[in-house]
């Protein structure tokens, strides 16, 4: 069975403080997507990495895969309120997404 | 105009009851998706489908079934409501085969309550 893991599971941090949410698995995987769920929504989706060692920027979000896709990364800079959230990493090609990272940004 | 729109957004009914979960997406996706996601807020594949195919998650119960009037739509029949059917559901939808890789679009979900 494959597996997306997360860590941290929770995150509380200050408005301004940076952070990095990772997600990990023992497979390979051809792409990695990531989303956030705000309360009472689906998930949105953020950005896929698709080539091993890719970064890609949104703003003040970092995205990257890891070199033998089988991990990846969000690095948010300078939390905002609005970052406040829940984090998925997921492999849909695959049907599955990881356990999730509850973000909360305190003003 | 909405992507992938779910109803109804809340649903309470006693156990026992049957009920559905209509969604339509407006995208021109081939493949469309059933997830359930618990309090723990796992997202967990229900059923995959698209005009040639429906995989099941070989864990959902039976009671479950899936109805796909035309590719636009696919509905989610729940049969004899259980308690641990409440839940919050998303239905999604993407491109079929290597295009799922780009992710879905999910609808706002459906939170069921059984009483």
């Known amino acids: 069975t494959q597996l997306l893991e997360q860590s941290p599971q929770f995150l509380s941090i200050q408005e301004g403080e940076n952070l990095t949410v990772y997600c990990n698995s023992s497979s390979v995987f051809s792409s990695l997507q990531w989303y956030r769920q705000e309360p009472g929504e689906g998930p949105v989706l953020l950005v896929t990495?698709?080539?091993?060692?890719e970064v890609k920027k949104l703003k003040r979000l970092t995205f990257q895969f890891g070199d033998a896709r089988k991990d990846s990364s969000l690095h948010i800079t300078a939390a905002q309120p609005g970052d406040t959230g829940l984090y998925l990493c997921?492999?849909?090609?695959?049907?599955?997404f990881g356990t999730g990272t509850l973000l909360a940004v305190q003003p | 105009d909405t992507a992938v729109s779910q109803t109804p957004k809340y649903l309470v009914t006693q156990m026992g009851n049957d009920k559905s979960i209509k969604c339509e997406q407006n995208?021109?996706?081939?493949?469309m998706y059933w997830y359930k996601q618990d309090s723990k807020k796992f997202l967990k594949i229900m059923f995959s489908y698209n005009n040639k195919e429906l995989i099941i998650n070989e864990t959902v119960p039976n009671r479950f079934s899936p109805k796909s009037p035309d590719k636009a739509h696919l509905n989610l029949h729940i049969n004899s409501l259980e308690l641990g059917d409440s839940a919050v559901y998303f239905c999604a939808s993407s491109y079929p085969g290597t295009g799922a890789s780009y992710g879905y679009t999910f609808g706002s979900g459906t939170r069921l309550t059984v009483v």
């Open positions: 990495v698709v080539t091993g060692g």
């Open positions: 997921g492999a849909t090609n695959k049907l599955i």
């Open positions: 995208l021109g996706h081939d493949t």
